[in-house]
Nanobody, 123 residues
C-alpha cells in the first residue's frame, strides 16, 4: 500500500505565492512520473505540471512562467512552487504519482492520487 501526503495549500492574495508538497510512502520500489492536477468547481480535473524520473517537466500553458515543479528523489517528494497567483488558480490541487512496486515476485505499476489540498486566491 502507498500513501500520499499533501501540504501547503491555503488562502493567498492575488500576486502571492504558495508551495505545495507531496510525499509518497509505503511499498515503493521506484517512483516514475510525478504530477500536480487541479480541479476548480464546475470544471474537469486538469494536469498542471508533471516531472519525470529524468527531471523532464511539462506545464499547462496557463501556469508557464509562474509555477515550477521539482522533485526530491531521496525523499519521494514532489513540490509545486506557485508564484504570481491569480484568482483563476483557485482549485483543489491533487498530487499524482506513478509508482512501481515489487511483490509476489513481480513488478507492478500503479498510479496513486492524493486527497487534494485547497488553494484559494483572493482578488
Amino acid at each position: 500500500q502507498v500513501q500520499l501526503v499533501e501540504s501547503g495549500g491555503g488562502l493567498v492574495q492575488a500576486g502571492g505565492s504558495l508551495r505545495l508538497s507531496c510525499t509518497a510512502s509505503g511499498n515503493i520500489f521506484s517512483i516514475n512520473t510525478m504530477g500536480w492536477y487541479r480541479q476548480a468547481p464546475g470544471n474537469e480535473r486538469e494536469l498542471v505540471a508533471s516531472i519525470t524520473r529524468s527531471d523532464s517537466v511539462n506545464y499547462v500553458d496557463a501556469v508557464k512562467g509562474r509555477f515550477t515543479i521539482s522533485r526530491n528523489g531521496d525523499k519521494n517528494t514532489v513540490y509545486l512552487q506557485m508564484n504570481s497567483l491569480k484568482p483563476e488558480d483557485t482549485a483543489v490541487y491533487y498530487c499524482r504519482v506513478g509508482i512501481t512496486q515489487y511483490f509476489t515476485g513481480n513488478y507492478h505499476g500503479v498510479d496513486v492520487w492524493g486527497k487534494g489540498t485547497l488553494v484559494t486566491v483572493s482578488s
